[in-house]
């Protein structure tokens, strides 16, 4: 018996378990003091008040014989996927129904995508990359190349033509720099997806933050359903991340090798996955109705005034960042030429605050650290407080 021996090139710890581990001995040693966390991107508001009462109808659905649902659809029940299609013709997109799968979120398919792929085929990420899409590909034995995203090109790297890449995973706004593609650079990664004969997996579970004039969706840009299958969540849209659902987007006529990647991903998830709960599925539906988008875009207006207090505080320092603006992430270059893990013990230690080190997301990222905006607004603006007296000494 031999395990998979591609788990042996992954990094021993996963970041954000680091980060927990180091957390945990310091206030272990320091029990006293108040530590705020700005480091993982979980949610902290409750879900709004018509996702709690679909939930419960959902839950009481289940106490009745008359109403008793069990597994569900593969791809999720009709009404779910119709309410993800009119929330994508709400801003000028054109998807059916019948091209969205529900899942239990974008991490999920994000790394289970990739199951009906050959594994010589080469994946392509930015980097700084969320680690889901390396490891997920490394597990699978996969060779991985990067595209450098740097202050010269505000994090948003793009193609290049000598390179050739299979499967290219883009995030847009980004985890964790908080950059998002224009139209443009969108379409520029479209035409080498399409003269590559390559495939996009577009990430964008953070669309609901864009304030600028950026696309929501890779469908949105000219050829995208040609080589494109688009990812998204509820986790930050909604507050979800505990209750979990997302939907994946994969046009009907997109096929490579002579294959339909729609069905190949319907038989994927019809063998290795039972579906979302009947209540959360109602849960989710609800998010898409009208009240439901209402009383979503109360918290996320909370989320983004907490990133304009944390902008606007680096902006004083003088401190370079990105995000802020299209993201709950704040993506700032570590003060005083320290590398990621040196400002994490330094803000930790000295200001009792935790952040996400630059340097866990990829070989650009040392230098940087990352913030988010889903905290408490009152521990957000004594963060903040701490931060700018311990920059500022």
């Not at 990812?231 to 930050?236: A, E, M, P, R």
Request: with cysteine; aromatic share 12%.
């Amino acid at each position: 018996m031999k395990v998979n021996s591609n788990f042996d090139n992954l990094v021993p710890n996963y970041l954000f378990a680091e980060i927990a581990k180091r957390v945990n001995d310091y206030h272990k040693a320091n029990p006293e003091k108040d530590i705020i966390r700005l480091g993982i991107g979980d949610v902290t508001l409750p879900l709004a008040p018509i996702v709690i009462e679909a939930m419960k109808k959902g839950a009481d659905d289940l106490a009745a014989k008359e109403t008793f649902k069990g597994y569900p659809d593969y791809e999720g029940y009709a009404f779910v996927r119709e309410a993800v299609s009119g929330y994508y013709k709400s801003f000028g997109v054109s998807v059916d129904a019948d091209e969205v799968l529900i899942s239990d979120g974008a991490k999920s398919d994000c790394g289970n995508i990739c199951d009906i792929f050959d594994k010589d085929n080469t994946v392509l990420v930015t980097d700084p990359v969320y680690p889901v899409y390396v490891d997920s590909n490394i597990m699978a034995g996969r060779k991985i190349i990067y595209a450098d995203c740097n202050k010269s090109n505000n994090f948003k790297a793009m193609p290049d033509s000598s390179v050739h890449a299979d499967i290219i995973y883009l995030c847009s706004p980004n985890n964790p720099t908080g950059a998002a593609y224009t139209a443009d650079e969108l379409k520029a990664w479209i035409d080498y997806a399409i003269k590559n004969d390559a495939i996009i997996l577009y990430d964008c579970a953070y669309e609901a933050f864009i304030t600028e004039d950026v696309p929501r969706s890779i469908f949105a840009v000219e050829g995208a359903r040609q080589c494109a299958i688009e990812f998204c969540s509820l986790s930050k849209t909604a507050g979800f991340t505990g209750t979990r659902c997302g939907y994946t987007v994969i046009p009907k006529e997109l096929e490579r090798d002579g294959h339909n990647i729609y069905k190949l991903w319907y038989r994927r998830q019809a063998t290795k996955f039972n579906g979302v709960s009947w209540p959360v599925q109602c849960a989710a539906a609800a998010v898409f109705s009208e009240e439901g988008q209402r009383q979503i875009r109360v918290n996320l207006e909370y989320y983004k005034e907490n990133a304009r207090i944390i902008a606007q505080a680096l902006d004083e320092l003088g401190i370079y960042y990105t995000g802020g603006k299209n993201s709950p992430y704040i993506w700032l270059e570590c003060p005083k030429g320290l590398k990621s893990w040196e400002f994490f013990d330094l803000l930790l230690e000295k200001a009792n605050v935790v952040g996400t080190p630059g340097a866990g997301f990829g070989k650009n990222g040392e230098g940087f650290f990352r913030l988010t905006s889903f905290g408490d607004r009152d521990k957000t603006i004594e963060a903040v407080k701490r931060i700018k007296e311990l920059l500022s000494e």
